[in-house]
């Protein structure tokens, strides 16, 4: 590990550039482990390795850019230098809807800061990233320097976040989780970054194109049959467009075709396990309860599982659990609103604040509601907000600390001052 951190940072991305080719080269075999394990269709799971492949080319980037400051010094006989330098072993502990992604956005910029990294998958989806471990060996990566532990999150997840040679500790998963980790973290002082979980806003004003917000919002919300961190939770529709909206979206719903991801034209897999199934199940039958009004779907699909059918719930109100829980299931709850102000308001009334997402023609109203959201990421007219070059993370309750872009690798390294004085 000691050497690592002493290789020429040229090493150390052109190791990283051959990991990235050979994900790529092995699209269709990871693809495959990972519609296998995880569920998503064979299209998605190949968009998720070239999305985590992209990190691990971002990431060799920027290990050449790792670079220190010299600054103003407040008297003529010193110097005032920082340096930049590897925090030491880091410890991540990933979520099963990303398998590839979730590793790679951590693993690649500890790697390009000359750490080391133990990742711990999660119990669902451990293939995906033993397959990309060894992809980085063949790459050339010394070995122990990226190293996979399988097995229960309740036995490993301490030891990561409290064993004192573990000095940063990365992890995507629940706000709930993400506490937990961090409380333990604390003993030792670790860096943390925490990915936690989201309650997208999405907002559609009366003066949006409705096709685009359309389109916008099924990539968004049927991403891995609505399992991801950032998709749309709550949609917030003026109250002058509902119906046009409602009826574009009925049909871009019923388009959706469920079934086992290893089939081409499957556009929506099965949800993780029974448990994600029941929370579903529960958040539709309370909005039901209290008034919701089933569009389309609203059950178990047929095909039986852990299928369940893509569903749009009408007159959706704050009453309502799925209004404050994150759905992670393909259903669309829709929530109507008469003034921006009421609609940013309802957007901001949650105590996380990872991903959320306005549809607009109005550039005023694009920076007045952009910057009034309570939120990391604001997707503007998009509903797909991620890519390596983004500053990935949120706010509040959603966790801090930002993956990708050219802040991602700031928490796997330590600010070093030294003070040369003498000079003269
Ligand atoms: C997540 O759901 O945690 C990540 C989603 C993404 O990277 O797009």
Redesign the pocket.
Known sequence: MNSWKHEPASRRAAILQKWHDLLVAHTEDLAGILTAEQGKPLTEARAEVAYGADYVRWFAGEALRIDGEILQAPSPDKRVIVLKQPVGLCAAIT?W??PI??VTRKVAPALAAGCAMVVKPAPQTPFSCLAIAELALRAGLPSGLFSVVTGEASVIGPVLSTHPLVRKLSF?GSTKVGKLLIAQASGTVKKVTM?LGGNAPFVVFEDADLEAAVTGLMVSKFRASGQ???CANRILVHESIRERFTNLLKHAVSELRVGPGTQESITQGPLIDRAALNKVEHLVSDAVAKGARVLLGGRPHPLGGTFYEPTILDGCTPAMELWHEEIFGPVVALYEFSTEEEAVAMANDTRVGLASYVYTSDMRRFWRVGEALEYGMVGVNTGAI?NAAAP?GGIKESGYGREGSSHGIDDYLTLKYLCLGGIG
Do not use: R
């Open positions: 979520p809807n990303f992604a979730m995507t990915e991801t961190c950032i991620s990935f």
